[in-house]
């Protein structure tokens, strides 16, 4: 249910278009699931994005004809955001790449699901997006799932895609959705 500010209202927050102003909240979020050094590419060896790369990040997001992004917020505090980044090249302008993170404490409540949604609702009404990407590490059963149940397919995967500081590789799944 939407109120007259645009905002879906869930049982367990609300979601609503990202503004820049959510950028430093967005990048505590970020940096928190990268600490866990579990399903990103960037490691915490790795640096964290700046606020003004965040804000760079979120204002693709808005001012790009095939891009958009969400958050999720419980009472003032962001706790998932979702973005849509198309790309400028003539042959992919009409697809876009999705990159989703919830905070840890707030998954299996159904905030993802609601974040996806919301983007694949929202994708299907811009006639320049045909298809939504994604990648997964291939070991995120929880994520593939949901992807799936929301009708995502596998494309490929890249074996070894990552390697951890272990020295354990990781692979990579590619899902794709035609809207």
């Given at each position: 249910?939407?109120?007259?500010?645009?905002?879906?209202?869930?049982?367990?927050g609300s979601i609503r278009l990202v503004a820049l102003e959510d950028a430093e909240q967005i990048l505590?979020?970020?940096?928190?699931?990268?600490?866990?050094?579990?399903?990103?590419?960037?490691?915490?060896?790795?640096?964290?994005?700046?606020?003004?790369?965040?804000?760079?990040?979120?204002?693709?997001?808005?001012?790009?004809?095939?891009?958009?992004?969400?958050?999720?917020?419980?009472?003032?505090?962001?706790?998932?955001?979702?973005?849509?980044?198309?790309?400028?090249?003539?042959?992919?302008?009409?697809?876009?790449?999705?990159?989703?993170?919830?905070?840890?404490?707030?998954?299996?409540?159904?905030?993802?699901?609601?974040?996806?949604?919301?983007?694949?609702?929202?994708?299907?009404?811009?006639?320049?997006?045909?298809?939504?990407?994604?990648?997964?590490?291939?070991?995120?059963?929880?994520?593939?799932?949901?992807?799936?149940?929301?009708?995502?397919?596998?494309?490929?995967?890249?074996?070894?895609?990552?390697?951890?500081?272990?020295?354990?590789?990781?692979?990579?799944?590619?899902?794709?959705?035609?809207?």
């Amino acid at each position: 249910m939407k109120n007259r500010a645009g905002t879906k209202k869930l049982s367990r927050g609300s979601i609503r278009l990202v503004a820049l102003e959510d950028a430093e909240q967005i990048l505590d979020l970020y940096c928190s699931i990268i600490e866990e050094d579990l399903y990103f590419a960037t490691s915490v060896q790795d640096r964290c994005r700046t606020v003004e790369e965040q804000e760079h990040f979120i204002y693709k997001a808005i001012n790009h004809s095939n891009s958009a992004a969400w958050v999720c917020c419980l009472d003032q505090e962001i706790i998932g955001s979702l973005f849509v980044l198309g790309g400028d090249l003539l042959r992919t302008h009409h697809r876009v790449e999705l990159e989703i993170q919830v905070a840890k404490e707030h998954r299996g409540l159904g905030i993802g699901h609601a974040l996806m949604n919301t983007a694949i609702r929202e994708m299907r009404k811009n006639s320049r997006v045909h298809k939504i990407q994604l990648s997964v590490l291939s070991d995120n059963i929880k994520a593939i799932d949901l992807y799936q149940r929301l009708g995502f397919e596998q494309e490929g995967e890249i074996r070894g895609a990552f390697k951890e500081a272990t020295g354990q590789y990781r692979s990579e799944m590619i899902m794709g959705l035609w809207v």
